[in-house]
């Protein structure tokens, strides 16, 4: 009889600010792939992205509030706390050490940042340390080896480690498994540009999120855009 073992899920980003399309896919997640524990984690200086328009703090503050009333996803705030230029890696060697071998690791992101994994810090680790699981949109399927703009390496690595659901349960770490979700079309860039010109940004983010910002005065200046 297969193991089953406790299931952990990380889902980072910047958050930049936290959103409504973030939210529900962390919970459609957790409720889709039956996770025992979905952790929103706040990355503190991505190395692939732009610099975040406001301190890692506020970030963290507007999830806290965001997540308030919601048992089903937590913070979790060790890259904030590590500090320094956030490597996915890291945190999951981190993580490891911390839970050992028999708890099974899942770290969530979408198609455009898998296709990209092979700029990652030690990339070809990630595997070794967790499962990841890739949102696409209905009809996405990975790219062959031979398929133009892929990485014939990567993808040979993603092939041969494709997995199904079942297997964030009954494994560690090492599987791939695709997840198909639709998503809601909202992205932080939108909302810190109707915000610096002015606009309002009500009803694509949590109220209280809103009112923070608002409060602390963020993103009414220009501000690198880059998060989605």
Not at 17 to 27: C, E, N, Q, T
Not at 68 to 96: A, K, M, S, W
Request: charged fraction near 25%; glycine fraction near 8%.
């Amino acid at each position: 009889m297969a193991t089953k073992r406790h299931t952990i899920a990380l889902f980072g980003g910047t958050f930049d600010p936290v959103h409504f399309g973030h939210l529900r896919m962390a919970l459609e997640l957790r409720q889709a792939l039956d996770f025992d524990e979905m952790r929103l984690l706040p990355s503190h200086q991505p190395r692939h992205r732009q610099s975040p328009g406001v301190s890692s703090r506020q970030r963290s503050d507007m999830l806290a509030l965001a997540l308030q009333g919601c048992d089903e996803l937590q913070l979790d705030e060790r890259e904030l706390n590590r500090g320094g230029d956030t490597y996915t890696v890291d945190t999951l060697e981190e993580l490891r050490k911390e839970l050992g071998s028999g708890v099974s690791i899942s770290f969530c992101m979408g198609s455009d940042s898998l296709l990209t994994l092979h700029r990652w810090n030690r990339w070809q680790r990630l595997l070794e340390l967790a499962h990841l699981v890739v949102v696409t949109r209905p009809g996405w399927h990975l790219p062959e080896s031979g398929d133009a703009g892929g990485n014939p390496e990567l993808m040979d690595l993603l092939q041969s480690h494709q997995g199904a659901a079942k297997d964030l349960r009954e494994q560690a770490y090492g599987s791939l498994v695709l997840r198909e979700q639709t998503m809601l079309p909202i992205s932080a860039t939108e909302i810190r540009q109707l915000l610096n010109s002015g606009r309002s940004p009500r009803f694509l983010l949590p109220a209280t999120v809103l009112q923070y910002i608002e409060d602390h005065q963020l993103y009414t200046k220009a501000v690198a855009i880059g998060d989605q």
